[in-house]
């Protein structure tokens, strides 16, 4: 087992010292338990006063409360602090409840309200020793999920996607009456942050985010958040091509191959990547028919365009951290067929250079990769899967022509044509983008060359 922090042991051994007792409760717990090195710890003290409490935890330096309700007090990153308490639901959405501290309340009053057994286990931060009052320990044995108590669980609608986050994070089953509780909870007064919230999770911390996925049909959150979602479901795809089946279920495999292949992104990158995944086939719905023998889909990638979008509004998805994730989800959804395309027509190196100017290349390499390796059910032999060929000649073509991530600044910038004797003028544009298309064609590649072609001209 990890040992805590020791501002965590000095802080319940103090407490210990008062009269009180310092129980470590929620993730931390669990994560322990499941082999997990945890990143947060979180201490739930009780037998103090609260104002006794905030005068032991100023010694251990800045304390930051949170909370309106009810207080927590943050030590440091990882630390937070706060009394046993219970919640009555008085309003609808996840701020409507009335929360009350109890510093004598029983270790499993104060666990019931958790949401699942896993995270309702507590442990003595000094002696060690585990306080399990729902059978916690023994679901994380057999890989199950399952409510604390029917009675509360559905006062937070935000479970439900959390159930399925922790489904695919941990690779675990939700309990059968705990599947019933979710469907007939409403989700529709979550907030956009909070959907996306668990939804980010679900995409980034688990390696196999279709098991949540899955959820997202099972509990009803794709009927009630996600149309889009839904709109796949059962859409044919020509069998040659698509062995796994319809596109739902081809789908959910492609954001498990994407997922395999972000390590090394960073984080708005990470997110742009898997949504990409998730949203590539959104225009398959509405483009499908059957004709001349075989199921198509023509256009998709563009018809695609709009449900991404829509699917975005409903995550509140913009920007992260300066990053432009939602211009270049679209565009991943709008050109993942490129590299593809590519491949069989061999277009000049112009058509490379113009692409990265739409979208990152390297991004799309990886969605379109993982598009074709989301082609290869486990039951199909591996002689026939598919192997991404003509996604690695693509990107490797991208890096050849150094626009692996982005396409060539221009060499001819305003300021030269006004050394040349240009006053500033609509004519500018114009001189610069034919100047620009040169470039990506290769035909110009230093200022000399860009210069004499702008006085050509003018």
């Given at each position: 087992?990890?040992?805590?922090?020791n501002?965590?042991i000095e802080?319940?051994?103090?407490?210990?010292?008062d009269?009180?007792?310092?129980?470590?409760?929620g993730?931390c717990v669990r994560?322990e338990?499941?082999?997990?090195e945890?990143?947060?710890w979180?201490?739930?003290i009780?037998?103090?006063?609260?104002a006794?409490?905030l005068?032991i935890l100023?010694?251990?330096?800045?304390?930051?409360?949170?909370?309106?309700?009810?207080t927590v007090?943050?030590?440091g990153?990882e630390?937070?602090?706060s009394?046993?308490?219970?919640?009555?639901?008085?309003g609808?959405?996840?701020r409507g409840?009335?929360v009350?501290?109890?510093?004598?309340m029983?270790?499993?009053?104060?666990?019931?309200?958790?949401?699942?057994?896993i995270?309702?286990i507590?442990?003595?931060?000094v002696?060690g020793?585990?306080i399990?009052?729902?059978?916690?320990?023994?679901?994380?044995?057999?890989?199950?999920?399952r409510?604390?108590?029917r009675?509360?669980f559905a006062?937070?609608s935000?479970?439900?996607l959390?159930?399925?986050?922790f489904?695919?994070?941990f690779?675990?089953?939700i309990e059968?009456?705990t599947?019933?509780?979710?469907r007939a909870i409403d989700?529709?007064?979550?907030?956009?942050?909070?959907?996306w919230?668990?939804?980010?999770?679900?995409?980034?911390?688990?390696e196999?985010?279709?098991i949540?996925l899955r959820?997202?049909y099972?509990l009803?959150?794709?009927?009630q958040?996600?149309p889009e979602l839904?709109a796949?479901?059962g859409?044919?795809?020509?069998?040659e091509?698509?062995?796994?089946g319809?596109?739902?279920t081809?789908?959910?495999?492609?954001?498990?191959?994407?997922?395999?292949?972000?390590?090394?992104?960073?984080f708005?990158?990470?997110?742009?990547v898997?949504?990409?995944?998730l949203?590539h086939d959104?225009g398959k719905?509405a483009t499908?028919?059957?004709?001349d023998?075989?199921?198509r889909?023509?256009?998709h990638?563009?018809?695609?365009?709009?449900p991404?979008?829509s699917?975005?509004?409903?995550?509140?998805?913009?920007t992260?951290d300066?990053?432009?994730?939602?211009s270049?989800?679209v565009q991943?959804?709008r050109?993942?067929?490129?590299?593809g395309m590519?491949?069989k027509?061999?277009?000049?190196?112009?058509?490379?250079?113009?692409?990265?100017r739409?979208v990152?290349?390297?991004?799309?390499?990886?969605?379109?990769?993982?598009?074709?390796?989301?082609?290869?059910p486990e039951?199909?032999?591996?002689?026939?899967?598919?192997k991404?060929?003509?996604?690695?000649?693509?990107?490797?073509?991208m890096r050849?022509?150094?626009?692996?991530?982005?396409?060539?600044?221009?060499?001819?910038?305003?300021?030269?044509?006004?050394e040349?004797?240009?006053?500033?003028s609509?004519q500018?544009?114009?001189?610069?983008d034919?100047?620009?298309e040169k470039?990506?064609?290769g035909q110009?590649?230093n200022?000399?060359e860009?210069?004499d072609?702008?006085?050509?001209?003018?």
């Amino acid at each position: 087992m990890t040992k805590p922090p020791n501002k965590v042991i000095e802080l319940a051994k103090i407490i210990d010292k008062d009269g009180g007792r310092a129980m470590l409760v929620g993730g931390c717990v669990r994560d322990e338990l499941m082999g997990i090195e945890p990143k947060d710890w979180d201490l739930e003290i009780y037998g103090i006063e609260p104002a006794r409490l905030l005068e032991i935890l100023s010694d251990f330096g800045e304390v930051n409360a949170v909370g309106e309700a009810f207080t927590v007090y943050k030590i440091g990153q990882e630390l937070d602090v706060s009394l046993p308490r219970r919640e009555r639901k008085t309003g609808r959405g996840h701020r409507g409840f009335v929360v009350e501290g109890d510093k004598d309340m029983p270790f499993e009053e104060a666990a019931k309200r958790r949401d699942f057994t896993i995270n309702a286990i507590m442990q003595d931060a000094v002696t060690g020793e585990i306080i399990d009052c729902f059978g916690g320990q023994a679901d994380i044995k057999n890989k199950l999920l399952r409510v604390v108590s029917r009675e509360t669980f559905a006062e937070d609608s935000l479970r439900v996607l959390r159930a399925a986050q922790f489904a695919a994070r941990f690779e675990f089953e939700i309990e059968a009456e705990t599947r019933e509780i979710c469907r007939a909870i409403d989700l529709t007064d979550l907030p956009k942050e909070r959907i996306w919230g668990e939804l980010e999770k679900l995409l980034l911390k688990s390696e196999k985010p279709s098991i949540g996925l899955r959820y997202f049909y099972d509990l009803g959150i794709a009927n009630q958040l996600f149309p889009e979602l839904v709109a796949l479901v059962g859409v044919p795809q020509e069998p040659e091509w698509h062995p796994e089946g319809p596109v739902d279920t081809h789908t959910l495999m492609v954001v498990d191959e994407a997922r395999k292949l972000i390590g090394d992104l960073e984080f708005a990158k990470q997110v742009t990547v898997m949504l990409g995944a998730l949203c590539h086939d959104f225009g398959k719905p509405a483009t499908t028919q059957f004709f001349d023998g075989r199921w198509r889909s023509h256009a998709h990638d563009e018809a695609g365009v709009e449900p991404t979008l829509s699917f975005l509004d409903k995550l509140g998805i913009f920007t992260l951290d300066g990053y432009d994730v939602r211009s270049q989800i679209v565009q991943l959804v709008r050109y993942h067929l490129t590299p593809g395309m590519f491949y069989k027509s061999k277009p000049g190196d112009g058509a490379f250079r113009r692409l990265a100017r739409k979208v990152e290349p390297d991004l799309l390499y990886r969605v379109a990769k993982a598009d074709s390796l989301g082609r290869n059910p486990e039951w199909l032999p591996k002689e026939k899967w598919f192997k991404a060929e003509a996604q690695e000649w693509f990107i490797e073509r991208m890096r050849e022509l150094n626009v692996e991530h982005e396409a060539p600044q221009p060499i001819l910038m305003g300021r030269y044509l006004i050394e040349l004797g240009l006053k500033p003028s609509p004519q500018f544009k114009t001189i610069l983008d034919a100047v620009y298309e040169k470039q990506l064609d290769g035909q110009i590649t230093n200022l000399d060359e860009a210069i004499d072609e702008a006085k050509k001209m003018f």
